[in-house]
């Protein structure tokens, strides 16, 4: 069974998540941290990738998940497709180093309309019917990694009990 449950952008780092991959000719499904190792000996791992002008054409993953949760202002919202269905994060992930186990990042695009005012960037949603452009290549990343069209989103503010929960 599929695992697409709630992302919080506020979780641990070292939250594992399931995460979607090929792995030669096959997909599997693979359960990893979040956070890549950072460049500088003692530089923060980092969760998010910038995508505008870079190209991915190898450890590409999918984040399965049914909302995201954001903190804006000091409030809590929950952002969820208008449509009901859940979606992917157009992700990233690298194998284990000496020092650092395999893990996953999330890449980041302009928010669409029904987001920003709350953030001005958010992570990259697929929609279920892109999972193996993504997976596979098959499209330019600009195609792909693009703010969805204005009412995708359904938003609504957690109540702090929600939040509390949740974060």
Known sequence: MM???VFDSDASLDERRVIIRR??????MVELPWGLQPRERDGRRFTVVRAEGR???AYRCLIPASEFRHRSHGKHYSFSLADGDWFYFAGIWRPATLDWPEAYAILTIAANNDVEPYHD???A???RDQRMDWLD??????EILRPLPTGSFRVSRLRETQAALAF
């Open 55 to 57: 190209t991915f054409p």
């Open 125 to 127: 949603v697929l929609r």
């Open 137 to 142: 290549l098959t499209r330019p990343e600009e």
């Open 121 to 123: 960037r958010q992570m």
């Open 3 to 5: 695992s697409a449950k």
């Open 23 to 28: 792995d030669g000719g096959d997909v599997e």
